[in-house]
């Protein structure tokens, strides 16, 4: 440990196969979050989910009886919305229908955008789709911004491919590296340490991706602890990168910090 595990003062929680999966909650996780909150901790969500709304999450983790609101969410279309509505910027949007919502405000452009934003099409891509966001990247000058980097996620049927990958071919296409706006982006962790207020120290981030959650955090000073859940593989411990900790699952947090 880099520093006492008594110094956590906030707790920076991923969704998909750290709180959920496809068949529900895991087991101890609702009542893990419910003893954080009594602990006295910060808890924050961060996901790299595109396909829906702060809202839209906030109420599917709350059916599942986790309390949560939306200003709890951080989330890669939040982020590429403010992004794009401080700068007044035209985007063409390559996003699931249910992330609008926090593209709201956001002027559409499928001409001469400003900026062509990628997110998590899943069936939704044809090689039409993917070649229109190419033309307008190097021929017509727009940025890129992708909506996170993660590479695959596991669905009911086994794992599926992500974001990250389509992003990679328009980068080798266009020779423009992407901004990315979501997890392990350090800029997208240092928008929540600004948000909670506290140093990275004082931060715990838990996930299941050992490059996305623990890699990311870490590269900001907060620690990353992994939970065997989700799309954990035992290959995940003989990389490079080094958990603060590694939880059988979420329901083992509250006592992991005492």
Known sequence: MRSRREDITA??????????????????AVEA????????????FVTNTTTRSRRALADRLQRMGFTATPEEIYSPP????????????????????????????????????DYVVIGDLGEGWTFERLNQAFRMILERGAGLIGLGRTRYYQATDGLRLDVGPF??????????????LGKPAPAFFQSILEDLGRPPEQVAMVGDDIEIDVGGAQAVGVRGILVQTGKFRPADLEGRIRPDAVLTSIAELPAWLG
């Open 78 to 113: 939040w982020a590429a919305g403010r992004f794009l509505r401080q700068r007044q910027a035209r985007a063409y949007l390559l996003i699931p229908e249910g992330a609008r919502e926090d593209f709201e405000g956001i002027l559409e452009e499928d001409q001469q955008p």
């Open 11 to 28: 707790v920076l929680l991923d969704l998909d196969g750290t709180l959920y999966t496809a068949v529900g909650a895991i087991p101890g």
């Open 167 to 180: 992003i990679a071919a328009l980068e080798e296409a266009t020779g423009q590296k992407a901004l990315i």
């Open 33 to 44: 979050v419910r003893a954080l909150r009594m602990m006295g901790l910060a808890v924050r």
